[in-house]
Each structure stands twice: as C-alpha cells, then as structure tokens.
C-alpha cells in the first residue's frame, strides 16, 4: 500500500447538471515524476481539489499513502506530508516574503532548513517585499518554497510553470528534478506544456471529460505509440481491414495517416504486403499523441 | 561531454542518450575505461528525468558497451581491437551507397530521409526482438 | 501562527472602531450632562462594540473557507490556507475567538475610558452607577453583541465583505423595528423589555438583566 503515493479508484463527481469525474482511475507510484495532462474543463482542477481534501467525491476512493484526504484530523495530519500549489498563486497580500515563511514553519515538524536556505539563495527571494509587489515567476518560486521547505513526500502542483518565461520555467524544472533525484520526493503535476512534460515526466496520464484515456510510462508510449503512413500508388482502396486496431486512421489524397498503439506492427506488415504501397513510420511526440487523441472519432 | 537531447523529437529520450554516448565512443571523445557523467548530474544539468538516464545506462550495459559499478558510476568498456576495422569498412559501405542514390538522382534531402526512416525501423527491429 | 494571521487581518478594523470609540466618547460624555438617564454611557459602550462585531465578523473570511461550503469568489490565498494541516473548525475557532477577544477588548476600553473621565462613578444627573452594574451591563451587552456577531459571520460565509455589514446591520435594526411594533406574549416581555429599554434604564433592569442575557445567549445558539 505505501507503494503509492497516489491511489484513485472509480472517482465520480458532479456539479449541477455537469459529470465533472466519470469513473477515474489514477496510480502515482512513489518516487514518480507523474505528469496529469487534459484539456481545460477535463477534471484536472476537480481531482486535484478532491486529493487535497477542499471537494468530496460522489462515489469511488481516494488515497493518498493510504490515507484519505478530508477535513478530520488524519487528513489535517496528512497534509503535513503533501506540498501544495494550486492554480491561482496567492499567497496573503498583507505579509512579506520572510514573514509568511515564519507563519507556515510552525505548523510542520518537518521543516527543512536546508531547502528554505537553497530556494531563498537560488532563487533570489527578496526577503523583506511583500508578497503582492512580487513578479508572477517570484510568486510562483515561493509557493514553490513553501511546498517543500515543509519537508513533503509529495508534491501536487497545478500548472507549476504557467506564465512563467522560459528561464524561470527551467529553473523551476530543474529544482523539481533536483527534489526527484535526490530526496526521492513524488511529484504530480497537472500541465498544458506538453514540451515539459515530456522533458521531466517518467509518468503520464491523460484525462478526457472525467475519464483517464491513457496511462502508463512516458518513453513506453512513446515508443508504443507510431504514426504510420501509407500511400498508395492507385488511391486508397475501400477495404481498410489491414488498419485494424489502429487508434487513429485519417485519409489524405493518396495516403493515409494512422496512429497506432498496441498493433502497430501488425498494421505495418499487412500495410507492405498490400500491392502499390510505400510504408512510412515515424515516431509520435507528446503533443502529436495528446492532439490526435483528442481529435474526435 | 556534452550531450544534447530533443525532448520534443519523438524518440524517446533514452534512446537519444544512447545514441550520444555510442557516437562519442566511435569518435573518440569517450575512450575505453573512461567515466560517463554521473546520473543525477546528467539529469539536472538537462532538465529531464533521472530514470531516463538509469535506463539509457542499464541499456548501454546490456548491449555491453559501458559498465556500471555500483557507488562509482558507469564506465566504458574495453573494446575490441576489431572496432576500427568495423568503421572503416562501414565507412567504405556508407560512401559507395550514397554514391550510387546520387548517381540515381536523389537530392540529399531525400537520401537523408530514406536513411532515417531504415534506420527507425532498423531500431524498432531491434528493440522489440529484446522485449 | 494562526493567531497573528487573524491579528493582521483584524487589526485595521479594529483601528477603526477604536477611532470611532474615541469620536462617540468624546461627543457623548460631556462632563456636565443635560439630560437624565444613562443614555450617553450606554451610546458610548454600546456603539463601539455592536460595530467591532460587524465589521470583525468579516475579517479574515476571504483567507479561508467559512463554515459554510464556498469556493468561489474567495482571495486565492485560501488555497494556501486550507492546504495547511489544520483542520477548518480550528481555523473557524480561532478567527471567532479572536473576534470576541477583541470586542471584549474593546468593551473594557471604553469602560476604562469612561471610568478614567468620571472616577466616581457616572453622575449624570445623580444616578450613580456602581461598577458591579457597569460590570452586569457590560455582560449583558457583550453577549448581545455576541450575537449580532454571530449573525456577522453567518453572512460572511456566502455574502461579500460590504454586504455582509449591511444584511448584519438590516438584520438587526430590522428586528428592533418589529420587536418593537409586535406585540409579543407576556412571557418575552422582559426580554422585549431589556432589549429596548435595559439601556437606558441601568440602574433599575439589574434582575431584568439576567432574563436579557438569557436571552442573548439563546439568539447566539
């Protein structure tokens, strides 16, 4: 059971007239750098809100190490473990830099000194101005302080580098890996930029009104994963059983494209063994991935 | 070392970390017995996941061409003297093929890509008769 | 620690009634009163606490979620508070402790302010106030306020900050207005009684005092 750090099974939830979570399943392994990808209005923000404990799922389980996250006291207790920063980077507008990191040290035990230091240094924290005169990215790097000064085991982070430039981006990629790699810590992020994803994510899944469409291991996928192109010299026959099982087919002209997971091979040998073809395979990205599956059937 | 990765490129990055470390052996910017970068040095200095580098190292240890000691790092294995003779004769391959593509009126583009698309699925052979 | 959150978060409020305190004090306790009746000193008491309550009640709210679910249109720092490991009836507790903190300290000032002016005891007109009455009306008066505190924080759980003061304040004067045109069985009489009356009848409510603080207590329940 401590193997996970993140356990969801079956979650639903609805708001009103709306079916927000649909039966979702999720498995953050510890240790796991685990990107949560979907459109807007897919069910990241509820998920995130029902692991934190501010929403209650209608039906299926939550888990965090074995824990359910609530308002009682065991779910107070957990989120001394769990480092959080949500999607609006607030922080209280009448505190300064310094004195909301003395608010937040007595409530955790755990508190690394040694982190608080680092992020203050490398991250060029201007102890003394008050929080609301900070820059978006400055912002963005004290939430990042305080989700781990608290000396979590987890890490949830709502799109951590949005609106972020470039550099600060990396710079908050980089600490994120530093954290992975060194302490161990699980990091689950939800993001849009899927370049980043991809970059530091060794888990994905992808969620799709309410519903996770693909999951496992980030280079599995992509390897797993290939876009296969077929044209053929005299126009593409009616018959298209030879593409069965692809996940996506999409007609061109001459050629048409597939996307294809588990039969790929299959697909290829029936596609060169058809008369007049010429057989292409060319590796799928994230975005590719994330954009065709998407795209509506 | 310097090594450079496409996280956006569609091969997975282990895959390219391998192919890196294999091109500097063959051209000699990594030599028999010396040590490849620590692995969570790699992985912080290219921003990308460490268990991206474990495997390319665990996969370079299975093909035998580095070798991992526990606590120290991984390291380059001692290679055959018959390496060089392999380069050179495909070195030789490489050229008269090129040659001939050009002869038959392909721009460089074209012989390029013609080579990619042998060689991914050169790659996919390979990999899915291990797995 | 919680308590100098809510000590920021208060303090400019609290700035304001104490400002408001010395206004009332000064225009309402003139050394040689007019009129009889201790009207002035329950004005100077009173005022100031009724509003620490209302605009206390607000305080703070928009840093955390209220008793009653609410998720949108709060500051986002509320996140940051709810991802603390305390659990949300001890956020609520403390911010409400703190607020009857400190319209009791409030309370005690301006008692202390009026005793500092009149060390003997206030004379207007001959009618001499103990402290022990001082004292039953300032309890009285606190859980009164209590009260419209409570009230306070009910509408800060779904109402903005400026709409919150005016539905406490509506709320209130508008049950004074129909306890007052009503007419209510004998038994609420005394509490009808007190209500309107207790004020400026100090010296003589003493055991009307008693049923009003009752009464109060069962508003705040």
Known sequence: MTECAIEAVALRKSFKRHEA???????????????????????????????????????????????????????????????????????????????????????????????????????????????????????????????????????????????????????????????????????????????????????????????????GELEDLKQQYQRIKVVFADGIPADIRWAQGADRIRNEGRMVSILSGRNSDEIMAQARALPGTSVDTYPVTLRELFLELMRAD | MIIHVNPASGIPIYIQLMEQVKHAIETGALRAGEQLPPLRRLAEELVINPNTVVRAYRELEHEGIVEVRHGAGAFVRQRAAGQTLVSRKAQSIMQSAVERLAAAGLEEDAIRRLLENELAQLKEGLIRRRT | MLWKKGWYETRIRLLFVLAAVVVITVLTLDPAPAAAGSGPLVGATTIPAMLAAILLAGAGVKTQLGGLQRSKGLHGSMYYTLSLPVTRTRLFNVRVSLGLAEIAAIQVLTYSAILLVHPAGVHPAGINVALSDLFKHGVAAFLCVTAVYSLGVFFAAFLDDVYQHWATIFTVVGTIVILSRVPLPASMDAFLYCRWHHHSTLTRCRGMQWQCCSGCRGCCC
């Open chain 1, 21 to 215: 979570l649909c039966g979702l399943n999720l498995n953050v392994p510890r240790g796991s750098v685990f990107g949560f990808l979907g459109r807007n209005g897919a069910g990241k923000t509820t998920t995130i809100r029902i692991l934190m404990g501010l929403a209650k799922a209608d039906q299926g389980e939550a888990r965090i190490f074995g824990i359910a996250p609530g308002d009682d006291d065991s779910g107070a207790l957990l989120r001394r473990r769990i480092g959080f920063v949500p999607e609006d980077k607030e922080l209280y507008p009448y505190m300064t830099v310094e004195e909301v990191i003395r608010f937040s040290r007595p409530f955790f035990p755990h508190w690394r000194d040694d982190l608080e230091r680092r992020y203050l240094k490398a991250f060029d924290l201007p102890p003394k101005k008050k929080i609301p005169e900070l820059s978006k990215g400055m912002r963005s790097k004290l939430m990042l302080l305080l989700a781990t000064a608290r000396g979590s085991e987890l890490l949830i982070l709502d799109e951590p580098t949005d609106g972020l430039d470039p550099v600060v981006a990396e710079e908050v990629l980089r600490e994120l890996i530093v954290l992975s790699s060194s302490d161990g810590t699980t990091i689950f992020f939800s993001s849009h930029q899927l370049a980043e994803v991809e970059q530091v994510a060794d888990r994905i899944t992808i969620i799709d009104q309410g519903r996770s469409i693909i999951s």
